[in-house]
């Protein structure tokens, strides 16, 4: 199954996102400013996690192929001290994205390194960790610009790659569903569509053929219906459930929400 972005793509809107981040945070009105969608934290702690996060996926995929992050990697990221007056910290966080940018640049899409999640959908090289980082950048600028007042919608072109990236990436696992066997059907408003199907072999997602699609297949326990961003900012718990139009069992996303797989 193809990425609907290519690593170039990948590569493009990570900078178009991170740059989107900086002009919230520069035009926010107080870098204390409480993230909604992130309890607890400010506006200064949010831009320190995506800039802290930036530098220590850029020493995972300098490391190369590895059964753990590097201890140096992780040590540096827990030491990290980013300016607090505003136009440092921007520039900051420019140079811990170009910082990423480079080390995928070098790269290429292909080369193995250490990642958290499953490979059972999601490859463990820098290609995997740049097409999450696209997701990581454009959830966190909603964060930023919620924060400062003036949220936008997730670009269509990083929102559709973003639900099938989530689920790839954040769900696929072989540990077993501990309830009844069902499929999760989503469906994006531009006209693409996946289900998700959990069950004692654990969850795995495949592309149906357009929204509404399925033909053939079981019913699934719950669909639900949405822009592609709607979809992307309710499976990151940006948004409630009733943002989106769902049929079936709403329940089974609670259950989906507090699984816990062991892997």
């Known amino acids: 199954m193809q990425n609907t972005l290519n690593?170039?793509?990948?590569?493009?809107?990570?900078?178009?996102r991170s740059t989107a981040f900086r002009a919230a945070v520069a035009s926010a009105p107080d870098l204390d400013a409480p993230v909604?969608?992130?309890?607890?934290?400010?506006?200064?702690?949010?831009?320190?996690?995506?800039?802290?996060?930036d530098r220590f996926w850029a020493a995972i995929v300098g490391a190369g192929p590895a059964d753990a992050p590097p201890a140096e990697a992780a040590?540096?990221?827990?030491?990290?001290?980013?300016?607090?007056?505003?136009?440092?910290?921007?520039?900051?966080?420019?140079e811990s994205?170009?910082?990423?940018?480079?080390?995928?640049?070098?790269?290429?899409?292909?080369?193995?390194?250490?990642?958290?999640?499953?490979?059972?959908?999601?490859?463990?090289?820098?290609?995997?960790?740049?097409?999450?980082?696209?997701?990581?950048?454009a959830v966190h600028t909603y964060d930023a610009q919620l924060a400062a007042g003036a949220p936008q919608p997730l670009p269509a072109e990083v929102a559709v790659d973003g639900v099938e990236e989530f689920l790839f990436t954040c769900v696929a696992t072989l540990s077993a569903w501990p309830h009844k066997p069902t499929a999760f059907d989503f469906h994006?408003?531009?006209?693409?569509?996946?289900?998700?199907?959990?069950?004692g072999d654990g969850a795995r997602t495949v592309r149906l053929p357009a929204a509404g699609g399925g033909e053939g297949l079981d019913a699934p326990g719950i669909s639900l219906h949405a822009t592609a961003g709607?979809?992307?900012?309710?499976?990151?718990?940006?948004?409630?459930?009733?943002?989106?139009r769902i049929d079936g069992d709403a329940g089974l996303n609670d259950l989906l929400r507090d699984w816990e797989p062991e892997e």
């Open 75 to 94: 040590a540096e990221r827990a030491a990290l001290t980013p300016p607090r007056e505003r136009e440092a910290l921007v520039a900051w966080l420019e």
């Open 36 to 53: 909604p969608t992130c309890p607890e934290w400010t506006l200064f702690d949010l831009a320190q996690h995506l800039g802290g996060g």
């Open 230 to 244: 709607e979809l992307v900012l309710f499976l990151y718990n940006r948004v409630p459930a009733d943002s989106l």
């Open 7 to 16: 690593f170039s793509d990948l590569l493009r809107l990570i900078d178009e």
């Open 188 to 199: 994006a408003a531009e006209g693409r569509s996946w289900r998700l199907t959990v069950d």
């Open 97 to 137: 994205t170009q910082l990423l940018l480079g080390v995928l640049r070098e790269a290429g899409p292909d080369a193995g390194c250490w990642a958290w999640w499953s490979d059972l959908q999601t490859p463990r090289t820098s290609g995997g960790v740049a097409r999450h980082r696209v997701q990581e950048s």
